[in-house]
């Protein structure tokens, strides 16, 4: 049974540079109904990701030009597509690294194909019951209205920049996101060019919209913190 997603059926991202289990892989979801890009390096895997926006990537980890979980991690930050890693090493300290970095999910070479194909639809069916907003204690971030939502009732309206890096933030709460990391954000959303000093000053004006905390000194509220040599963070205090 095919998984589909909204209008049309769900579309996948395979990044392997094992030709042999690449070709394997994409036939079998292909006669499964999907709709498979392919891409070999992370190089390739970053302008597919960008170009076709997939429902779901299925990522080796090692790629012949660099770590599929690091280039997944970057890209993810501002596009919210299922994330199944694909690698021979089947230690279990390694698989949690994986999780950790964004991972829905983790399938070892051998791969056996019926269950990557039920792993696949388990990820899928997931994804699509994601809500719409994300929830930071009582506050809740609207993520079709890119506003912000105080216990009170006071909204805060966001610039796509500036929501963009709140969502990312929102993605890693209480860890630090690098400034790199939300210079691609950033990057992504603009025709301009951008710098480090862009993330400084979109970040300042994030925290002036935050709503006040009056009436609401005994909750948590988000606050955006500097992580010196770093990036950002955001944490409910």
């Known amino acids: 049974m095919t998984f589909v997603t909204g209008d049309g059926v769900a579309s996948i991202l395979l990044v392997e540079d094992a030709v042999e289990l690449r070709v394997l892989i994409r036939t079998y979801l292909e006669q499964c109904g999907y709709r498979v890009y392919v891409a070999v390096t992370v190089a390739e895997m970053e302008v597919q990701w960008r170009l076709m926006a ?11 030009d660099g770590d599929g979980r690091e280039a ?21 300290a390694y698989r949690i690294q994986a999780l950790d970095d964004g991972g829905d999910d983790y399938v070892t070479k051998p791969v056996d194909l019926r269950e990557l194909a039920a792993r696949v639809r388990s990820v899928l069916r997931r994804r699509a019951l994601r809500p719409t907003s994300i929830v930071l204690g009582n506050w ?9 939502c105080s216990p009170s009732g006071a909204t805060a309206s966001f610039t796509s920049g500036e929501f963009g890096l709140l969502l990312a933030l929102a993605s890693s709460i209480g860890h630090a996101v690098t400034r790199n990391i939300l210079l691609d954000v950033i990057s992504q959303r603009s025709e301009r060019e951008v710098t480090e000093r862009t993330v400084d000053t979109l970040m ?25 040599g770093n990036g950002y963070r955001l944490d409910m205090l």
């Open 140 to 148: 809740r971030l609207e993520v079709i209205r890119k506003q912000l």
């Open 72 to 92: 997944a991690q970057r890209l993810r930050v501002h596009d919210q597509a299922a994330l199944i890693f694909v690698t021979s090493c089947s230690d279990m």
């Open 204 to 228: 300042a004006r994030i925290r002036r919209k935050i709503p006040p905390a009056a009436g609401l000194m005994d909750l948590p509220r988000p606050v955006i913190n500097t992580v010196r």
């Open 54 to 64: 997939p429902d779901l990537v299925l990522c080796d980890i090692q790629l012949p």
